[in-house]
C-alpha cells in the first residue's frame, strides 16, 4: 500500500499504523516521533496518533511539536 510523507511514497502494509509508516520513511523521524518531538498531521491539518491507522494514498506531513 503506498502512502506519502513529506511527499515522499512509502510501501507500507495493510493495517499499518503512523508507527510503521515513519518507520519505514526514517529511522531518525521514527525516533523523533517516539521521543514526542515531532508529530505528523495529514493534509487537512488532522494530528494523527502514533498508533493511527493509515490507509492508501493518505498524505502526511512532519510538524515540529511546540512546547507547552
Known amino acids: 500500500m503506498e502512502v506519502f510523507i513529506n511527499h ?27 521521543n514526542k518531538q515531532i508529530e505528523f498531521e495529514d493534509e487537512k491539518g488532522n494530528l494523527m496518533d502514533e498508533d493511527g491507522q493509515v490507509w492508501k494514498g493518505i498524505k502526511l506531513f512532519t510538524k515540529i511539536k511546540q512546547n507547552d
Do not use: C, N, P, W
Not at 515522499?8 to 517516539?34: D, N, P, W
Open 8 to 34: 515522499t511514497s512509502v510501501q507500507i502494509f495493510k493495517g499499518a499504523r503512523l508507527k510503521h509508516a515513519i518507520l519505514k520513511y526514517s529511522k531518525e523521524s521514527y525516533k523523533q516521533l517516539m
